[in-house]
């Protein structure tokens, strides 16, 4: 099961097909930011990846989740 925040991020976004700066564009955080988090050199704050899965990609963790699981 993926639980490390980066892996939904990075899941999420080529689920919906967007770019990195699209998803920091969106949520309102500068892309280097949004690319340390996708990364995992920095920790994706939690509000933060619920947000942008709900928000940005549309889908919720839990699926985000289901599609990490299935791939593997």
């Known amino acids: 099961m993926a639980s490390r925040g980066c892996d939904l991020l990075k899941i999420g ?3 919906r097909g967007i770019t990195q ?3 920091a564009d969106s949520y ?3 892309v280097k930011t949004y690319r340390k988090w ?3 050199e ?4 939690y509000d ?3 947000a942008i ?3 940005v990609f549309r889908l919720p963790v839990e699926k985000i ?3 990490t699981v299935y791939a593997s």
Do not use: M
């Open 13 to 15: 976004r080529r689920i």
């Open 48 to 50: 933060a990846l619920v």
């Open 28 to 30: 309102g955080v500068h």
């Open 65 to 67: 989740n289901e599609v």
């Open 53 to 55: 899965c709900d928000d």
């Open 38 to 40: 996708e990364k995992g």
């Open 21 to 23: 700066q699209d998803v």
């Open 42 to 45: 920095t920790a994706v704050p």
